[in-house]
């Protein structure tokens, strides 16, 4: 898949101490002395009650995420030899204990605990930390006998209806592992966000190659064959979060995920695979894939799937300026439309029967944007909303895995959304490869419609490689679709600022990811103004 | 779902059943038993061709789903590509099996005879004899790259580089992998290395590019391509060939004792892969 040769091994292993430095140095210079302050074995500090580890378990790195106003998860895996099935541990639990203080160096600790890491959770450990204050910022860590977590920093949200002044947030996804380094994760951890989105696209299914493409890592023979097996996600899950970058960005802020294609494979729709395996045997698939999905992410225990089932679908309120909407776009929809290619709008696509989200989703939707709760009602999800035509000339052709296939749903969800008095309606969104900023119409076909809210796509961490400013595919996009004011086709995330006047949208992209130490730039900021969905420059 | 791609080669979580059963030890009965595919299971020493594969199952004979476990070991020196088999295995009626090919790799100089694999859950063990076989012989008039080793100065996702020396000259397979295909569309050279077991005498190469009734070398075949190898650790050009339309190509040269025979490829009749379905290697 990838054949280009550029890291080496050395230069990773650098990269790991460097990267540790470095978080500590973003949450304070003190943080380094305060973790020494406490070692070895301050059992004052942590309990008496200790697990011995050989090794270092904590080469996963650690995490928190879904916010609420009193309470975070905060997560870690346990994995002295991070690339052995179980991580080299087995079989018997591990104690762990974890620390949740309002200073970096825990001279303020509100939450302690003892949590036991199973096997039958892969050593994982998610603590839904609980009785916190709203709107904080809090750190945590972990210890199993005389190893230490690195630090990680959360925060809580408002307080439901708190007025808010200002939140500061970033969304990421797509970042296939042996395409690029993740430079623009590294960029992310080096600023300051209330939470981070991740839209989907953790982790590919698909082997990293045996010589790990760009990273030129060779990895176990485990690693370059198609995960289907829980044992082949969770090792994928692994490979992927050995990464210095990505351990930064969880430690820099709490993350809320939601999944997108890849985390299972290309393409599924519900209970229907990409190459039509029968049903029971793919649900087990998507079982085993949700499985390791849950192990390898923050969040909460209530939240484990069940078998083929994971609910994933779900709000964040800040407030009263901005309320998440977390949609799952994979789970209950229809099969796509036409043989899932590009096509003309067809019969398919144009059903009014089919959905992207699913009924009960999409009452759930409809439901909670009627309340009105925010200032900003935005939809956190995977793919474009907006029509994006990219056949050049008059014919209008359009993907069939995106809104485009189901044009009911956006119809019904973004003409709900206007129809229920939204104030501003922002969608943000990933799965293209490619930043692309829309204005959002609830019918398409009617050119003299006013635009009814705004879509940010983010590109791609690492999918696709370096690219470049703009591609043929992307010059037709901008030609073809006059509510596109936007595009770019370079690697990176999206970071947002928003008060209760302006949403400002900071598109941060890579000049390089297929090599080591590339350079983050904003290649253009955006801003929509309060009441007002038409994208302007900032 | 996307009807127009083809399946990648990936391995199936089949629901099946499966011969052998479990032999479970002393203590409570487990909800879950394991299977193995029939036996006995037999494997070669070869770098690029490692006979059969073995099938495991895990079978929920409970009343509730579980994540199962199995544990994977094999007596050494024999290796395997999977050392956990996890699984969701839901309760259902009738029970439910849910199975994985796992690889042996067994290096050349294993002894053939009877070797081990072991196969556990926290409950249940089996014990499956694989068959390690003599190598295939590589006398005069046997073709000296059977499952040797293959390496490729870039692979198609879709192949693997050993698909070209095992043994398998069939074109109507081409799409079970069992040929090379570079990765690069458009881009040449591309080269294609076989390294024999030891420095060994050759003064022949057969070479059969694509050439089924639906793609014909005329139009997916190799077109230009240098034949190389390796003595002393330099290569020699022994062979040329330009503007080639068939799909079995045979190059005669002078006898010289090689390392590695190589096939740097110029050009395809597509010109956008380059594709070869079987590389053969003689002595005379």
Same mark, same amino acid.
């Given at each position: 898949m990838t054949d280009e040769r550029s890291a080496t091994d050395p230069t990773d292993l650098a990269r790991t101490a460097a990267s540790r430095?470095?978080?500590?140095?973003? @949450?304070?210079? %003190? =943080? #380094?002395? !305060?973790?020494? *302050?406490?070692?070895?074995?301050?059992?004052a500090a942590w309990g008496a009650?200790?697990?011995?580890?050989?090794?270092?378990?904590?080469?996963?790195?650690?995490?928190?995420?879904?916010?609420?106003?009193?309470?975070?998860?905060?997560?870690?895996?346990?994995?002295?030899?991070?690339?052995?099935?179980?991580?080299?541990?087995?079989?018997?639990?591990?104690?762990?204990q974890w620390q949740v203080a309002e200073d970096e160096r825990f001279s303020r600790i509100v939450r302690r605990g003892t949590m036991r890491a199973r096997r039958e959770a892969s050593y994982s450990v998610h603590v839904d930390v609980t009785g916190l204050r709203?709107?904080?910022?809090?750190?945590?860590?972990?210890?199993?006998?005389?190893?230490?977590?690195?630090?990680?920093?959360?925060? @809580?949200?408002? %307080? =439901? #209806?708190? !007025?808010?002044? *200002?939140?500061?947030?970033?969304?990421?996804?797509?970042?296939?592992?042996?395409?690029?380094?993740?430079?623009?994760y590294r960029d992310l951890a080096r600023h300051d966000h209330?939470?981070?989105?991740?839209?989907?696209?953790?982790?590919?299914?698909?082997?990293?190659?045996?010589?790990?493409?760009?990273?030129?890592?060779?990895?176990?023979?485990?690693?370059?064959?198609?995960?289907v097996t829980l044992d082949d996600y969770r090792g994928r899950y692994a490979l992927y979060r050995t990464d210095p970058d990505l351990q930064d960005a969880h430690a820099s802020a709490p993350w809320i995920v939601t999944m997108d294609d890849h985390e299972v494979e290309n393409n599924w729709a519900g209970p229907i695979s990409e190459n039509n395996a029968p049903e029971d045997e793919f649900l087990i698939r998507r079982a085993n894939a949700f499985r390791a999905y849950w192990e390898h992410m923050p969040l909460r225990m209530t939240q484990s799937p069940t078998g083929p089932d994971l609910q994933l679908y779900r709000r964040f309120q800040y407030g009263d300026l901005v309320r998440f909407n977390v949609l799952d776009t994979r789970q209950y929809r229809d099969d796509q439309a036409?043989?899932?290619?590009?096509?003309?709008?067809?019969?398919?696509?144009?059903?009014?029967?089919?959905?992207?989200?699913?009924?009960?989703?999409?009452?759930?939707?409809?439901?909670?944007m009627a309340e009105r709760s925010a200032r900003w009602e935005v939809l956190a999800h995977q793919t474009a909303i907006a029509q994006l035509d990219t056949r050049e000339g008059p014919d209008v052709v359009v993907p069939m895995d995106t809104w485009d296939g189901y044009v009911a749903s956006r119809r019904r969800i973004v003409g709900g959304a206007r129809d229920a008095g939204v104030r501003n309606l922002v969608s943000v969104a990933g799965d293209l490869h490619r930043s692309v900023a829309s204005e959002l119409k609830a019918d398409y076909a009617d050119e003299a419609a006013a635009p009814v809210?705004?879509?940010?796509?983010?590109?791609?961490?690492?999918?696709?490689?370096?690219?470049?400013?703009?591609?043929?595919?992307?010059?037709?996009?901008?030609?073809?679709?006059?509510?596109?004011?936007?595009?770019?086709?370079q690697r990176g995330y999206v970071r947002c600022e928003v008060t209760p006047q302006q949403w400002v949208a900071d598109y941060r992209v890579a000049d390089k990811v297929t090599e080591p130490d590339g350079t983050v730039t904003t290649r253009s900021r955006l801003a929509v103004e309060d009441g007002d969905p038409t994208i302007n420059r900032a | 779902m996307n009807r127009r791609k083809a399946a990648l080669a990936l391995i199936p979580v089949a629901v099946l059943g499966v011969a052998a059963s479990a032999a479970a030890r002393p203590g409570p009965p487990s909800d879950v038993e394991i299977s193995a595919s029939e036996q006995p299971v037999e494997v070669i020493g070869l770098?690029?061709?490692?006979?059969?594969?073995?099938?495991?199952?895990?079978?929920?004979?409970?009343?509730?789903?579980?994540?199962?476990?199995?544990?994977?070991?094999?007596?050494?020196?024999?290796?395997?590509?999977?050392?956990?088999?996890?699984?969701?295995?839901?309760?259902?009626?009738?029970?439910?099996?849910?199975?994985?090919?796992?690889?042996?790799?067994?290096?050349?100089d294993a002894e053939p005879g009877s070797y081990d694999v072991q196969l556990s859950t926290d409950r249940s063990r089996l014990t499956v004899p694989v068959e390690v076989l003599p190598l295939p012989p590589k006398g005069p008039g046997d073709d000296l790259a059977l499952g040797e080793r293959a390496t490729a100065s870039t692979?198609?996702?879709?192949?693997?580089?050993?698909?070209?020396?095992?043994?398998?000259?069939?074109?109507?397979?081409?799409?079970t992998a069992t040929g090379w295909n570079d990765g690069t569309r458009g881009a040449f050279p591309d080269s294609y290395r076989v390294t024999l077991a030891e420095p060994t005498s050759i003064s022949r190469v057969e070479l059969h590019t694509l050439d089924s009734q639906r793609f014909p070398a005329t139009g997916y075949g190799l077109r230009d391509w240098d034949l190389q190898v390796l003595t002393d650790g330099a290569w020699t050009t022994v062979d040329q060939v330009r503007g080639n339309v068939n799909g079995h190509v045979t190059s005669t040269f002078a006898t010289v004792t090689a390392e590695a025979v190589r096939v740097v490829s110029h050009d395809s009749n597509d010109h956008s892969y380059s594709r070869i379905v079987e590389l053969e290697v003689y002595a005379d």
């Open positions: 430095r470095r978080f500590l140095a973003v @949450t304070g210079a %003190a =943080a #380094g002395l !305060a973790l020494t *302050g406490d070692l070895p074995g301050n059992s009650r200790q697990d011995a580890l050989k090794h270092d378990p904590f080469t996963l790195g650690v995490a928190s995420g879904d916010p609420l106003s009193d309470a975070v998860v905060i997560w870690t895996r346990l994995a002295p030899e991070p690339l052995e099935p179980f991580g080299g541990l087995g079989p018997r639990p591990v104690m762990v709203p709107w904080r910022h809090y750190y945590y860590r972990f210890r199993v006998g005389r190893h230490v977590s690195p630090v990680g920093r959360t925060r @809580t949200a408002p %307080a =439901a #209806g708190a !007025a808010v002044a *200002g939140l500061s947030f970033a969304f990421a996804s797509c970042q296939a592992w042996w395409e690029g380094f993740y430079t623009a209330d939470v981070v989105f991740h839209l989907g696209d953790y982790i590919y299914e698909m082997g990293v190659g045996a010589d790990s493409g760009v990273r030129q890592q060779p990895v176990p023979a485990e690693f370059t064959r198609e995960t036409a043989g899932d290619g590009q096509d003309p709008p067809n019969p398919g696509s144009l059903d009014p029967g089919r959905t992207i989200t699913g009924d009960e989703q999409e009452r759930w939707l409809l439901d909670g809210g705004t879509e940010f796509v983010g590109t791609s961490i690492s999918s696709g490689r370096d690219g470049t400013d703009h591609d043929q595919g992307g010059l037709t996009i901008l030609a073809e679709n006059p509510h596109v004011k936007f595009h770019n086709f | 770098p690029c061709l490692h006979g059969d594969s073995l099938e495991v199952a895990m079978t929920n004979t409970g009343a509730d789903d579980v994540y199962a476990d199995m544990e994977l070991s094999v007596q050494s020196p024999l290796r395997l590509d999977r050392r956990v088999f996890s699984s969701w295995l839901p309760a259902r009626d009738p029970d439910t099996t849910v199975s994985t090919d796992v690889t042996i790799h067994a290096p050349r692979t198609h996702g879709n192949f693997v580089p050993c698909g070209a020396v095992d043994g398998n000259t069939d074109d109507a397979d081409w799409n």
